[in-house]
Structure formats: C-alpha cells, structure tokens
C-alpha cells in the first residue's frame, strides 16, 4: 500500500517548467463522529479520483477539504507566508526536496490540525531569519522529519531541530542620524533638573551655552535658554539639592558660576573664578565625595593652576591646587579599588601634553588628592576617559598622533588591553547605553570610528563609522526610554544620532 501511494505521488510531483503540481489526499480523519461525510466537491482546476486531487498550472492551493497536501521536487526557492492560509483542517504537510533556504514566519499560524510536516531535501540558512521556526519546532506537537541546515559554516550539517533560540544572535543596534544642529560646539553634558532632562553645549565661537529641551510633541530637541559669554569651552552642570549651578569656563573674559533663578525664569551670575589660577581652561570635572561637592578645572596654560573647588554652601572656593605649569589638557574623575580589602578610592587622572597621564588618590584623613604614579610608556595623551565592565575599571586613552589605548586596572596600575590606530583624535569616549557597551575614537582626518564591547574577546570590535568634522566630544543621553548620541563638532554642524535596536528575526 506504502509503495503504491508512494508510486502516485512520485508521478504527480514530477517537476515541469513553471507548473506547480498539488497532491492533495483526502483525510478520513476528518470524518464527523456518527455522521456520514459529504462527499467533497473536486476544484474546478484538478482532476479528482477516489483518494487524490492533481491540480495542474494551478496559481494558488484551491479551495477544499484537503487533509494532506504534497508540494515536492518542485525546485521551489521561496514560499509566501500566506500560502496555507484557511487550510484549517490540513493534517499532513510536505515540503520535502525543493530548494527552499528559508521559511517566512507565520507560515504554519492557524494550521493547528496539522500532524506531520516533511521540511527534508532543501538547503536552509540557519540565520535570523529562521530563528522562528526553531522555536515553532520546539512547541509544536507536529511530528517534524529531522531536517539540516546549509549555512551559515558554523551551523552546516546541524540538526536544526537540536538548535535552540539561544544559539541567534538577531539583535542589532546602530546609530542613526535623528538632528542637525546649525553650529560648532566643543563640549556636551547632560543633566536631569526638576524631574524634566536638559542639554548643554558650549558653543566657543558664539561664546554661548545653549540649553536644549525635549520637544514631547515634535520628538526633537529645541532651545530652552542661553547664557552668553566670550570664548566658551566648557559648560558644566552641576544640581547640588534642587539647585541648579553651570560652571562655565572661558578662555577670555575669566571663568564664572551661574545659578538658576526659578523665579525670574533666568541664569544669573553668582562668582567669578579666580583668574590667577585659572588662565585657559580646557575640561571640568565634577564629582562627590562624602557628601561634599567639589568640582576640578584642568588648566593647559603655562602660569595655570589645575585646581579643584569645594561647595561650602553658599559658593565653590579653592581647596586645593594640583599641580602647577604643566598644561594639563583633560581631568578624570574615577573610583577604583587598590586591593582586596579596600573598598573603592576616589581618584583623579590628569592628562598633559608635557607629561604622562598622573594618576592622583584621595586621602580620607588630610582631605586632599595625593600624588601616587603615572601611566608609563604613554606620553603625548590628550584625555583619559574611564568606563566598567563587570566590576573591573578600564580607561580610553586618546593620541593626537599614534595608538590610542585601551587599558584595565589590575590593583595596582593600568595594564595595556588594546590599541587602536588613530590619527588626528582628541576624543575616544568610552559610552554605556542599557547594556551595550561603546567607545567612540574620533578623528580630524577622517571618520570617527564607533567600536562595540565584545564580552567573548574583553575587547572592542568595529562596529560602525560616522561622518563628523573634526569631533570634540560624544555625549549619551537619554530621554523618554529613548537614546540619543551628541557628536560636537568644532569645524561642522553638531550632530544627534538616535540609538536604534533593530530584530533581525523580526
């Protein structure tokens, strides 16, 4: 009997140039309890025996009473989705030697009678795009024959019906461009303010700090306020209680500190910062340590004073200089443990362009940063950037000219991870958004290149390239659950670029 059926449908599924030949058996399992079955009605473009239907140049499956459809050695490439649709009461399903590469999802939804199902002879891609039909297999009662896969090489020859959707990778992120902003900037921050999250970008040309709120209505970014000066480098937020303070550095006129007043609805100056030591900004950094507030000023010219404020309640005053006449370019604030049994010290980390990056520690009993070592081999580092993976502290170091690094603290200095090639980079910002891990090198010469964390290696990997002139600094934020990159930039238009999470299996 075997032989026999197997004898017809061999004859009917001979292929032809574009013929598509359906085998269609009638079920007796679809036999009404206690009732005779009504004799089905044969589709106008099939011819009809006892037990099969031979449907011929037939474009689509005929409508009917089928309970076992055969689509064989066909050659058949590509199916769509909606090809079984209102076949109800199918029970038996093949599929089998055709050249089929991948399956659209939902190509098996509503067909809940189905039984049996034959997937043998085609040569699918175990990607993304049938991650779907792994997890079909694992929750249908169907029986499915074992079928393999043809790619990609890792998974040739693999069973898929053994393949779990733990075994795809489909997620994938990218940053798309969302605004452009009609100016040049050089440094970004961002700061939550009255339950509501704010931007700011020095604009050194302009001499402004402009604030940027979001637009619930139009989703994009607009102006809020301003504070107008001459020549700023760096505009820094600061919310000590309620209060807000932006510290703002310049490279003529001094350095000041504004509040804002919520009542006049305004920015309104409250200090200067001592111009004798602060000559010619470059970077501010603020930071708490047992609930005082301090924020430090890297000062790169030769008569400067790098030095760091302290919030005494009603202003910021000097508390204590670093170190004198070295140009120091960029400041870092980071905590970080230097052995078992210590919990985590505050430290900071100056970069210079006459020396190697200084590694300074906080001592608990005097109230002052110490001197304690340096990065050696790594002279000529424009900034070091810090970020965590795990529990363990790593830093990005930028080069102007050479390798940038990236390096981990190992309990007692910071030993060497990675190098990256660059050329003409003043920024490589290192950039955690949810659970990815970024850093972002960039360059006056060329693209800026975007590197994601790979957990496998512990390291960075390419991950994508931005067109942005000669970049300053990369700022995440975050605003409604949405994510969004600001890219200064000190020659070109300051550019935001949405974090976009993309579902390849979708």
Known sequence: MESERSKRMGNACIPLKRIAYFLCLLSALLLTEGKKPAKPKCPAVCTCTKDNALCENARSIPPGVFGALFIENNNIKSISRHTFRGLKSLIHLSLANNNLQTLPKDIF???DSLTNVDLRGNS?????????????????????EDIYCE???????????????????????????????????????TFSYLNDEYVVIAQPFTGKCIFLEWDHVEKTFR??????????????????ETQLYVIVAQLFGGSHIYKRDSFANKFIKI?????????????????????????????????????IYKWNGNGFYSHQSLHAWYRDTDVEYLEIVRTPQTL????????SSSQRPVIYQWNKATQLFTNQTDIPNMEDVYAVKHFSVKGDVYICLTRFIGDSKVMKWGGSSFQDIQRMPSRGSMVFQPLQINSYQYAILGSDYSFTQVYNWDAEKAKFVKFQELNVQAPRSFTHVSINKRNFLFASSFKGNTQIYKHVIVDLSA
């Open 151 to 189: 790619g990609p090489p890792e998974y040739k020859k693999r069973k898929i019906n053994s393949l779990s959707s733990k075994d795809f990778d489909c997620i994938i992120t990218e940053f798309a461009k969302s605004q452009d902003l009609p100016y040049q900037s050089l440094s970004i921050d």
């Open 271 to 307: 200090q200067d910062i001592e111009i004798l030591k602060i000559r010619k900004p470059n970077d501010i950094e603020t930071f708490k340590i047992e609930n005082n507030w301090y924020f430090v000023v890297a000062d790169s010219s030769k008569a400067g004073f790098t030095t």
């Open 344 to 351: 985590r010290t505050p430290h900071l980390i100056l970069s």
């Open 124 to 144: 699918f891609n175990c990607d993304c795009k049938l991650k779907w039909l792994v997890e079909w297999l694992s929750h249908t009662n169907a029986t499915v």
């Open 109 to 111: 939804k509503g067909l």
């Open 223 to 240: 102006n809020y306020d301003n504070i107008t000066g001459t020549s700023t480098v760096v505009c820094k937020p600061i919310v000590i």
